[in-house]
């Protein structure tokens, strides 16, 4: 596998569902990123971990909980959504975040959720 | 927070045809990037530009960074089929909170009539 890998690419959820989103990055880079793509609206940043570490968290709903075990993986853990957050989520990852320069954010394919 | 406009929302063209999208800002950013993402798939970056001013080509695909730091041109020439996508500026910042981040236009759907 290269670049950045998501599973599963589709889900249907309930409201009542649990789920997990996962993300799994080959490129050797610190940083990975959260985003939710919906229609006609640009990226919305969700989540930031560098070093898996939580560093940003805009004031995202706390039915999304995110989890970064080590630099490769990001998961993210999904309970009681509403149909509103169906959307796109994507993940992507960066050299690090720190840096100005050369710093550029490679993205997965995807999970497109629907809730129902 | 911070907005980018992104123009135009879509654009129908015939292959062959040259064609221009721009984003701009009234924030300045450090670095401007343009990515296009296929239907199904996330975005794929194209061009990265870090100086004000700079103008930097990649195949058929030429960008450049505006002089005040608040805008940036996506030129395609000579556009074929596999152009169709929807292509996204990003505007990257430090935000505050030790870390630079992107903020993200809304894009623009190309479609490319052969």
């Known amino acids: 596998e290269t670049g950045v890998t998501q599973t599963p690419r589709h889900l249907v959820m309930g409201m009542t569902n649990k789920k997990s989103l996962k993300c799994e990055q ?8 959260w985003y939710k793509q919906s229609a006609k609206k640009p990226l919305e940043l969700m989540f930031v971990y560098s070093l898996e ?4 968290n805009n004031s995202v709903p706390s039915r999304f909980s995110p989890e970064c075990p080590n630099s490769s993986h990001l998961f993210l853990h999904l309970h009681t959504l509403q149909p509103e957050d169906s ?3 994507l993940c992507a990852s960066s050299q690090d975040q720190w840096r100005e320069i050369y710093n ?4 997965g394919p995807g999970t497109r959720l629907t809730v129902l | 927070g911070q907005q980018l406009n992104q123009s135009p929302q879509s654009m129908f063209i015939q292959e062959g045809e040259d064609v221009s999208m721009n984003c701009t800002s009234s924030s300045i950013f ?14 794929v970056l194209l061009i990265a530009l870090y100086k004000a001013g700079e103008l930097t080509s990649n195949g058929r695909l030429t960008a450049q960074f ?5 805008d940036s041109f996506l030129n395609i020439s000579a556009s ?17 909170a030790g870390s630079y981040q992107l903020t993200f236009g809304k894009g623009t759907k190309l479609s490319v009539i052969p």
């Open chain 1, 53 to 56: 570490e939580r560093v940003e």
């Open chain 1, 87 to 89: 959307a796109l989520y």
């Open chain 1, 26 to 33: 080959h490129l050797g880079h610190n940083a990975m990123y």
């Open chain 2, 80 to 96: 074929i089929p596999s152009d169709v996508g929807i292509y996204f500026c990003a505007g990257q910042q430090y935000s505050g």
């Open chain 2, 66 to 70: 505006g002089i005040t730091r608040k």
């Open chain 1, 104 to 107: 550029e954010q490679f993205f």
């Open chain 2, 30 to 43: 450090n670095t401007w990037l343009w990515y296009k993402q296929d239907p199904g798939e996330g975005p």
